[in-house]
């Protein structure tokens, strides 16, 4: 059964800094791109970060870039999520969700087909 968890969310005060994990299980994600997704309450849920299978092509939504960085290590099958300087308008439940084939890194919904359950990342002093 294809299954994507996250996990590594929880709380932290501005300026933190946490390491989200996007773990999947029924298939191999080293022939995917990833994507991160985050929906704060009463949001539209938004694009932070996509990493191709490559490793090599990836993107970030201009509101963390220089902040976040995306990772994958396909050995252990699961996308990382290095988030720093983090700000209490990063407080959101993130998603991570796998991406269509020969789809490029955007951040479109419809590209993605497969999502996981959510973790939620709470920044606050």
């Known amino acids: 059964q294809l299954q994507l968890v996250e996990s590594g969310g929880g709380w932290v005060q501005p300026g933190g800094s946490l390491r989200l994990s996007c773990a999947a299980s029924?298939?191999?994600?080293?022939?995917?791109?990833i994507g991160w997704f985050r929906q704060a309450p009463g949001k539209e849920r938004e694009g932070v970060s996509c990493?191709?299978?490559?490793?090599?092509?990836?993107n970030y939504a201009d509101s963390v870039k220089g902040r976040f960085t995306i990772s994958r290590d396909n050995a252990k099958n699961t996308v990382y999520l290095q988030m720093n300087s983090l700000k209490p308008e990063d407080t959101a439940v993130y998603y991570c969700?796998?991406?269509?084939?020969?789809?490029?890194?955007?951040?479109?919904?419809?590209?993605?087909?497969?999502w996981g359950q959510g973790t939620q990342v709470t920044v606050s002093s």
């Open positions: 029924g298939f191999s994600l080293a022939y995917y791109g």
């Open positions: 990493i191709r299978s490559s490793g090599t092509n990836t």
């Open positions: 969700a796998v991406l269509r084939r020969f789809r490029l890194c955007i951040f479109d919904r419809s590209e993605y087909n497969y």
